[in-house]
């Protein structure tokens, strides 16, 4: 990878604040939360706008995107700042699809869930139309932000050519023309993925209106860590997580790994969550409301995820992983998001 450092022109600044229009779109719909996932834009047949590592869309400003140049053999990083750590893969999807624009990476709910089914699906009818191919391919699993994982999306994209693609235990891709196209494809790839929960679990497809509401028995506190430092709990009654106040919930996503902790029982440790069966709940910490907000959203999501892969028989990532991915988190991710 190469660098230069020369700021966005009025043109590209002008795209960049398209892209943050984008993420706030997909923000208001719960298609993404806080930081997790990546946009990018097409300039031209050579380059790309993609967001930064790490920062909250919420902060984003135009300057902040990371222009990208497409060369032969590798990419470019032309503007000041840090791109995605799966900037590789957007640059796969411009060099292999001249007419995709777009390309946006999501962590929503139920899409990845059904990344744990282990197979492709067939689609048809509307959503064979509206999500760009007759199928929904599966991207394998490798670690986040590395080359296994950009090489298993070239793969996929190389042989099915779709224009939405499942990441096993990850996530979505979803290419598009336009950002129009873009919002409206992630969309129906949630409203396919919901359906067919509910058509293989047997289980009600719930989803919060946000990721900060309550349910009415559902309590927000003010609390206090080992080290006397402050933060504050949420409760989850969600009825697919309390399937597993009792057994416990290992990681069946990655960012479940991250952000609440290795596995999750009735002891915290050093985890973001921890199992309170007797109350029926799971209390959920962070450093400030969004923050414990965002730990019940992944860890709800993860409890979908895991009625899938018992559906499948499917394994809980492996442990060496998980606590590699819970530190690596702890110590540079998340602080960029405060940034």
């Not at 494809?185 to 047997?202: D, Q």
Request: aromatic content about 8%; some cysteine.
């Amino acid at each position: 990878m190469l660098m230069t450092v020369k700021k966005l022109n009025s043109a590209e600044l002008e795209l960049s604040a398209d892209i943050i229009d984008l993420s706030h779109e997909l923000l208001a719909q719960g298609l993404v939360v806080r930081t997790w996932g990546n946009f990018s834009s097409r300039l031209d047949a050579n380059s790309f706008l993609i967001t930064p590592s790490g920062k909250a869309y919420t902060r984003l400003q135009p300057k902040d995107q990371v222009k990208i140049n497409l060369l032969p053999e590798t990419t470019e990083i032309v503007s000041p700042g840090k791109p995605s750590s799966e900037m590789p893969m957007h640059a796969i999807v411009y060099r292999l699809f001249p007419e995709v624009n777009y390309v946006v990476h999501t962590h929503q709910i139920f899409a990845s869930a059904l990344s744990l089914y282990g197979n492709s699906f067939p689609l048809s009818g509307e959503y064979a139309a509206g999500l760009g191919g007759e199928t929904l391919p599966l991207a394998g699993y490798a670690l986040p932000g590395t080359s296994k994982l950009h090489r298993n999306m070239q793969s996929t994209l190389e042989q099915s050519r779709s224009k939405c693609i499942l990441m096993e235990r990850h996530g979505a891709l979803v290419l598009a023309s336009s950002k129009e196209e873009a919002i409206a494809r992630a969309a129906l790839l949630e409203e396919f993925a919901r359906e067919t929960f509910a058509e293989l679990s047997g289980k009600e497809a719930l989803n919060r209106s946000s990721i900060s509401h309550n349910e009415s028995e559902e309590k927000i506190t003010q609390t206090a860590d080992k080290r006397g430092k402050e933060e504050i709990c949420v409760q989850s009654r969600d009825p697919l997580v309390q399937d597993f106040l009792k057994s416990g919930l290992s990681p069946y996503l990655d960012d479940f790994a991250q952000i609440c902790g290795p596995a999750i029982s009735d002891r915290r440790g050093r985890n973001s969550v921890v199992f309170d069966p007797e109350k029926g709940c799971a209390l959920c910490f962070g450093k400030d409301e969004l923050d414990a907000y965002s730990v019940r959203a992944v860890l709800e999501k993860n409890a979908r995820a895991a009625h899938i892969a018992r559906i499948t028989q499917q394994k809980p990532i492996v442990r060496w992983e998980s606590i590699l991915m819970r530190f690596v988190y702890q110590k540079k991710y998340s602080k960029k998001a405060e940034g």
